[in-house]
């Protein structure tokens, strides 16, 4: 137990370093690369493009970036309980988690008593519940569109920078490999594997940020958690799920979508809310 709960941890604490590495890593390309070789001709309308993507990549960035910093500057409601209050009868002693009364978690890792959670985060270090569900669908659905676009943008720079093809679906299959093979033979530079990883890293969390995003948002249009879903608890929810996504996503969702803003009104008497105004 005590060995997992400290793999917990370490990973609370390599997932946000990593996720801000993988963010370094892919604007330095972006700027550096991607664009000086996809549109190295100072005409008019090339620059015109190079502009085009640059706004479109940091819209994407501002975005991500932008949700992240909202999920965990409004962090799930909380009690304000550091010390483990009286368990339900049905808890049974999960990992990361307790179950206590009435719904509520008692998280390890965020060590505070959490209303409505849904799981803890490691990515932002911060447990999800439906304060900060929406900042956090938004923050999955733009890292997904922010990968796939630099896949998209790599994909291009290494057939105008390398010749290489991409034409065969297969190729994704044995890029890796073949390239990880040629480097070791002095073949191929090390930008260029080291681009080509990047573009499994970047397949692989667009991937799972939009398979996520997607769970989480059906999961809110039913009213449930993640946590009721993990213990096999169906709630009885009543409500249509358009009342259930908006008492996550506010009253100024559509603005949600394209900026990084506050779009749900603070519940009165919440502590959090009076400091904030
Ligand atoms: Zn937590």
Redesign the pocket.
């Known amino acids: 137990m005590f060995t997992r709960m400290l793999k917990l941890r370490l990973l609370n604490s390599v997932a946000p370093a990593y996720f801000f590495m993988a963010t370094a890593v892919t604007f330095v390309l972006h700027f550096c690369f991607f664009l000086p070789t996809l549109f190295p001709s100072p005409s008019a309308s090339l620059r015109g493009s190079t502009t085009l993507h640059a706004l479109v990549f940091l819209f994407l960035m501002f975005n991500a970036l932008g949700n992240y910093a909202m999920t965990i500057r409004y962090p799930a409601e909380s009690t304000g309980d550091t010390a483990v209050p009286v368990c339900s009868p049905h808890c049974s002693d999960k990992v990361?988690?307790h179950y206590l009364l009435n719904g509520r978690h008692f998280?390890k890792?965020?060590k505070?008593v959490?209303l409505k959670?849904d799981h803890?985060c490691f990515f932002t270090g911060?447990?999800i519940g439906s304060k900060n569900m929406r900042y956090f669908i938004m923050f999955c659905i733009y890292t997904s569109c922010t990968c796939l676009y630099s896949l998209v943008l790599g994909v291009a720079f290494l057939t105008v920078e390398y010749s290489l093809s991409f034409e065969n679906p297969l190729t994704f299959m044995t890029l890796l490999p073949l390239s990880i093979g040629y480097f070791f033979m002095g073949t191929i530079s090390g930008l260029q594997l080291f681009v080509v990883l990047m573009l499994y890293v970047w397949l692989g969390i667009g991937l799972v940020s939009a398979g996520f995003c997607c769970q989480q948002v059906l999961l809110v249009a039913r009213g449930q958690t993640w946590c009721q879903m993990q213990r096999g608890q169906l709630v009885e929810n009543c409500s249509p799920w358009k009342s259930n996504l908006g008492d996550v996503f506010g009253t100024r969702w559509l603005l949600g979508l394209i900026l990084p803003v506050q779009t749900v009104e603070m519940y009165s008497g919440d502590s959090d809310a009076a400091k904030q105004d």
Do not use: Q, V
Request: glycine share 0%; charged share 25%.
């Open positions: 990361d988690a998280c890792l965020c505070k959490i959670r803890h911060n447990c």
